[in-house]
């Protein structure tokens, strides 16, 4: 832990007023190049983020936590920051994973509160903070993550002319069904390990940086098909509609009925799902970080599950049953 960035890191530090006799421990990393460490002095804590200015860029951070938490969301406040050297020191927003406290008891309630969080989100301004859009070109460079990083490096399959048509196709019709969606505030990441159990303003909100504007369905099927826990079809549809009902009263939806809100969302899941397979094989094989192939089963299942339901994703339904599943032994860390 203590290599030249750890060092920097201290000696920043060191340099701050506020700080006397503390103590650092690692507190979390994430799929990126940032690390975050929690400081702890006089029985309060703090979150230090040390993001190598090399590798990301800090700005859109501070600016989205400001302006997100002026509209009443709970995001991290940045209390110190040093861009050049990419490192923020972050108001604690504790350390309870909505993953680890998720449960039949508590699930109602808790996804209740991130989906009246998310509303917040969503009645911003389309144009807000001038987010990036989430454009034709981004949607599909996401999904051939899934071409080349989890069929050709993770299964070592041969993705042939015909293939690739194949796939061209069936990532046209998820292109399409995108960008026919209102165009709201998109977090990208809102699921249960981004968002916090807090006693107040509950969820907390992290992992924000990426922001863009694009579909209206995308953050609330990363929410409800969250990629490390999963819940029975008919009990998320049940979440969707009710959320369809409240974004309706709310303004966010104006000339849509339940089943194309309901279509939306499963086409978007399989949009986010297969970049997540992609994502998912790129982080072990270029980043070191096996644990997520872990996860790998259960997106692959919300693929095959949304595929069977539509036949305009059939193709891509064949093509998994002939070119993936035949591959699935324990040395993929597929079951």
């Not at 960035?5 to 421990?25: C, K, P, S």
């Not at 040390?50 to 600016?63: G, H, K, L, T």
């Not at 969606?181 to 107040?200: A, E, F, G, I, T």
């Not at 104006?254 to 297969?274: K, N, P």
Request: aromatic content about 10%.
């Amino acid at each position: 832990m203590k290599d030249e960035r750890y060092q920097a890191m201290q000696q920043w530090l060191d340099n701050m007023e506020r700080f006397g006799q503390y103590t650092i421990e690692p507190a979390s990393t994430d799929a990126s190049f940032r690390r975050y460490f929690r400081v702890r002095q006089d029985g309060q804590s703090w979150i230090v983020m040390d993001a190598p200015p090399a590798n990301e860029d800090c700005s859109a951070f501070v600016r989205i936590a400001q302006a997100w938490r002026e509209q009443g969301l709970n995001l991290p406040e940045v209390l110190e920051q040093d861009l050049s050297q990419g490192l923020l020191l972050l108001s604690d927003l504790g350390q309870q994973q909505y993953l680890s406290v998720l449960n039949e008891q508590t699930v109602d309630r808790l996804y209740g509160d991130a989906m009246s969080a998310l509303l917040v989100l969503q009645t911003c301004a389309p144009d807000f903070q001038n987010l990036p859009l989430y454009s034709e070109e981004l949607l599909y460079d996401e999904m051939d993550l899934f071409r080349e990083w989890f069929l050709a490096e993770h299964l070592k399959v041969k993705v042939t002319p015909s293939m690739t048509a194949t796939l061209d196709r069936i990532f046209t019709v998820l292109i399409n069904s995108a960008l026919e969606q209102p165009v709201v505030c998109v977090h990208r990441d809102y699921h249960s390990r981004n968002l916090m159990r807090c006693d107040k303003n509950n969820p907390g909100i992290l992992d924000f940086q990426d922001a863009v504007t694009g579909p209206v369905t995308y953050d609330l099927v990363s929410l409800l098909r969250d990629c490390y826990i999963a819940w029975p079809r008919q009990r998320i549809e049940n979440w969707v509609l009710g959320y369809y009902e409240l974004a309706v009263q709310s303004g966010i939806l104006q000339h849509q009925d339940e089943q194309t809100f309901l279509r939306w969302f499963d086409l978007i899941g399989v949009q986010r799902h297969l970049k997540v397979l992609g994502i998912f094989a790129r982080l072990n094989y270029r980043d070191g970080k096996a644990a997520y192939l872990d996860d790998l089963p259960l997106v692959l299942a919300y693929v095959m599950d949304v595929c069977q339901r539509y036949p305009e994703l059939a193709d891509l339904h064949e093509l998994i049953l002939q070119h993936v599943e035949p591959l699935l032994t324990p040395a993929t860390l597929l079951a």
